[in-house]
């Protein structure tokens, strides 16, 4: 059968990112003998127009959408994508009768408010690589793939789901042939990282996470050599900025030493980086082994460095945990991101200066402090729960699609930014969501990959704002 498969990220903040889920199902589908056209419509002037025409010139018997955000999880500043999505599934179905599929990050968010969005046949929550081939087969025999686990539509107006598969642990790790399905210069030029996934699965329990929902609470590990391979197969093909997109990159821990160490026995020229480490299980054995595996940058996702709000979070850890982490940190040589999450529940005023004292004193200058004020409340959630209890959520588990944040009724939203700004305007080193936002991001991007920088281009914040403030812009 002819396959066209769309990515509909048009996203260029705080950077492109490859879609890389996408790509793992064109190549599964080819694989599975279909002749497929991947059509990403990231760097595309007019996006129906294109989905029109690939429709029209080539023919498709099945069309799989890849949807991966639903909104850029700014408070303040909020986008919200899936109103092109709308667009793009009219265009298709005024073309063609064949089944319309979908698939992606978003979709495992809010399966059956995007469902709605569009006369689409189905999606596949979770695991597509192996769901979308046997959903294939189907098409092509006529007949029927609303059995096959972790397919969800809407049946006569009514929402229905099967349980996704289970991956199961040592699956090879999936490196896409990047360079066959999309402009991998245009990638790079904006200083988008190469993704590459060491495992699925998920199995903590913070309040307001998609994560379990989108790829399940239980690990599907990646085998270590595999992954090791495939590093050193895409760095072999210029593909050299390499970013892990687990969910969180050192748990189990077990895991990610033994990825660390196969990665460390190959040689690849990679530089990689990962955004998601747990304090929890960070030491200096892990980051020595992410020293010889040729880390370049490395993030961790503390959300806050006070207990009531760590608590109130159920990160799992303590601010025991998250001193230890600077300790380690500053043992080290790769550059870090902390990442913070203001307004949690729990969180009140003394807490938001708790957690600024920390990112002031322990953060390393030459390190980023990375913060973003309000929570994304997804259905299904604790956080969910929570809001409702607390009379700070009225509007219905449906109508959660466009975006809705949760900020402590403790504390007061525009008091935190305040405070943030002055903290920023003390350390050239932090950032806030307007900093990631910035319209003129993309161009820095394309600028600094001219100068010869790569990513993480983080590594250069201070420099960076300090540029731009010399130029009067308020960063
Ligand atoms: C790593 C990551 C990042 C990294 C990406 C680095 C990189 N080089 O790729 C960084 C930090 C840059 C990032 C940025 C952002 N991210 Co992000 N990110 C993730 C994360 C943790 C993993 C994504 C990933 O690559 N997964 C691995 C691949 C293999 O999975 P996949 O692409 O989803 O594909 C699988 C399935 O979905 C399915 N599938 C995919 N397509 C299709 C198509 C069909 C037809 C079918 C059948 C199946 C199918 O099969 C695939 C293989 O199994 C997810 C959360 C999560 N656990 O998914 C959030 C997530 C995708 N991000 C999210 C968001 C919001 C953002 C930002 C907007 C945040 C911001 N304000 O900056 C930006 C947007 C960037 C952009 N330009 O679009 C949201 C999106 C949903 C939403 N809430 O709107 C998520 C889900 C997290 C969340 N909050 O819930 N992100």
Redesign the pocket.
């Known amino acids: 059968m002819n396959i066209l ?1 769309v990515c509909t ?1 048009r ?12 790509c ?2 064109a190549h599964a589908s080819e694989r599975s003998g279909h002749t497929v056209r991947l059509l990403d419509l990231m760097f595309t002037r007019d996006a129906t127009a294109e989905v029109e025409s690939a429709v029209t010139g080539f023919h498709p018997d099945a069309v ?3 949807v ?7 408070m303040r500043n909020t986008v919200f ?1 899936l109103d092109d999505l709308r667009d793009i599934l009219d265009a298709i179905r005024t073309r063609t009768g064949a089944p319309i ?9 809010m399966p059956e408010e995007i469902l709605r969005l569009g006369d689409v046949s189905g ?2 929550i ?4 192996t ?2 081939p046997l959903l294939l087969d189907r098409i092509s025999q006529g007949g029927d793939f609303h059995d096959l686990p972790g397919v969800a539509c809407i049946e006569n107006g009514t929402f229905r789901r099967n349980p996704p598969a289970s991956l199961g642990n040592s699956a090879p790790c999936p490196a896409p042939d990047y360079h066959r399905w999309l402009n991998t210069t245009a990638y790079r030029s904006h200083m ?4 590459i ?1 060491t495992k ?1 699965g ?1 199995p903590f329990q913070c309040v307001y ?3 379990p929902k ?2 399940g609470s239980a690990y599907g590990l990646k085998e270590p050599a595999s992954v090791a391979d495939a590093v050193a197969r895409l760095a072999a093909t210029g593909l050299r900025d390499i ?1 892990i ?1 687990d ?1 969180v990159f050192n748990a189990p821990p077990e895991h990610a030493m033994n990825v660390c160490a196969a990665l460390a026995r190959v040689k690849h020229r990679a530089r990689l980086q990962c ?2 480490l747990n304090p929890l299980f960070l030491d200096d054995s892990l980051l020595t082994a992410m020293e010889r595996a040729g880390f370049v940058g490395m993030g961790i996702t503390l959300e806050s460095a006070s207990d009531p709000v760590l608590r109130g979070l159920k990160k799992g850890f303590t601010t025991r945990e998250v001193h230890h982490a600077a300790e380690v940190v500053r043992r080290h040589g790769i550059p870090c991101a902390w990442i913070f999450l203001l307004g949690g529940p729990g969180e009140t005023a003394e807490t938001v200066k708790e957690t600024l004292r920390f990112a002031e004193k322990q953060i390393r200058p030459r390190d980023v402090a990375f913060f973003n004020t309000g929570i ?1 409340i ?1 259905p299904g959630t604790e956080l969910e729960s929570i809001a409702r209890r607390q009379g700070v959520l009225s509007r219905a588990p449906g109508d959660m699609l466009s975006p809705v944040f949760y900020v402590s009724p403790e504390v007061d939203a525009p008091w935190v930014e305040r405070e943030l700004k002055k903290s920023m305007n003390r350390h050239m080193n932090f950032l806030n ?1 307007d900093s ?1 936002g910035m319209s003129f991001l993309p161009t820095i991007h394309r600028f600094g990959h001219r100068l010869g920088f790569r990513p993480p281009l983080w590594r250069h914040t201070r420099s960076i704002r300090r540029c731009l403030r010399f130029a009067g812009m308020d960063v």
């Not at 991966?68 to 700014?74: E, P, Q, V």
């Not at 599929?101 to 968010?109: D, E, I, M, S």
């Not at 979770?126 to 690589?129: A, F, I, M, R």
């Open positions: 498969l990220n996203n260029t903040l705080p950077m492109p990112v490859m879609p890389i889920g996408a793992i199902i799989g959408i890849s991966r955000n639903i909104d850029n999880n700014d994508f599929l979908l698939g992606g990050a978003a979709l495992g968010v999606g596949v979770g695991d597509g690589e769901i979308f988008a990282t190469v993704p996934q699925t998920c996470c998609t994560y989108i790829e970013e997109v969910s955004l998601e994304r997804y969501m990631l």
